[in-house]
């Protein structure tokens, strides 16, 4: 297992179109959670899973913003109608329910012109 | 509220020691963690240390904890040029386990 591992890395887009991002967290650990990280700032969390369900979502997730994770396995992440403010690296990282260690991915840098 | 602070900027030379310090505000928080970003990647995880300690050394990184004053520090002894990285600290919110990140120091070690 290679760890966490986030497609696409990059992600250019014009803006009002939709984005899918994909996480798949190591295989073993049930917890998994998006987050948007901004230049020059800390990453913010989005939300988080607990194998296939959402458990919790911040206000930073609007109604443009959806996350699947329907097996408990890999997540998606989708962006409806992007706008500019919406470019930024998305992290995706995931847990053990024993551990209390969270890896991340490498991200999806979005850009939205 | 949540909100954990960091410097923003440390600058060191090549062998000495660099100390990175944060504040977090939960007090409740179990867990507090150190994580490196290199330009335009991930984070990595280098360290965490459980709120009833006051130490933990790894290898050359040494972490400070002061629960009364909310302060954590990350020392980092003959700090080397691969050292040069943004360091997180985080603290983890316990109903959730979700991180609270600071927005970060910008490590720079000189030759």
């Known amino acids: 297992d290679t760890g966490v591992s986030q497609n696409p890395r990059h992600k250019i887009t014009k803006r009002g179109q939709n984005v899918t991002f994909r996480c798949d967290p190591i295989s073993e650990h049930n917890r998994l959670y998006w987050y948007r990280q901004t230049l020059g700032q800390g990453p913010e969390f989005l939300t988080y899973?607990?194998?296939?369900?959402?458990?919790?979502k911040s206000r930073l997730l609007s109604d443009r913003f959806s996350a699947e994770r329907p097996k408990g396995s890999f997540s998606t992440l989708e962006i409806q109608r992007t706008e500019q403010g919406d470019s930024a690296m998305y992290l995706c990282?995931?847990?053990?329910?024993?551990?209390?260690?969270?890896?991340f991915g490498q991200g999806t840098r979005l850009t939205v012109v | 509220g949540e909100d954990v602070e960091q410097s923003l900027f440390l600058s060191v030379r090549e062998g000495d020691s660099s100390v990175i310090n944060c504040t977090y505000t939960?007090?409740?928080?179990?867990?507090l963690y150190w994580y490196k970003q290199e330009p335009g990647a991930g984070l990595q995880l280098l360290t965490y240390?459980?709120?009833?300690?006051d130490m933990k050394q790894d290898q050359r990184l040494t972490v400070l904890l002061n629960k009364k004053d909310k302060h954590l520090s990350l020392r980092i002894a003959d700090t080397q040029t691969g050292d040069s990285a943004i360091y997180f600290c985080a603290e983890r919110e316990d109903s959730s386990y979700k991180l609270i990140f600071g927005s970060g120091t910008r490590l720079l070690v000189r030759p």
């Open positions: 939960d007090s409740s928080s179990t867990y």
């Open positions: 240390i459980f709120s009833n300690m």
């Open positions: 990282a995931s847990s053990s329910e024993l551990s209390t260690e969270a890896f």
């Open positions: 899973f607990q194998n296939e369900a959402q458990l919790e």
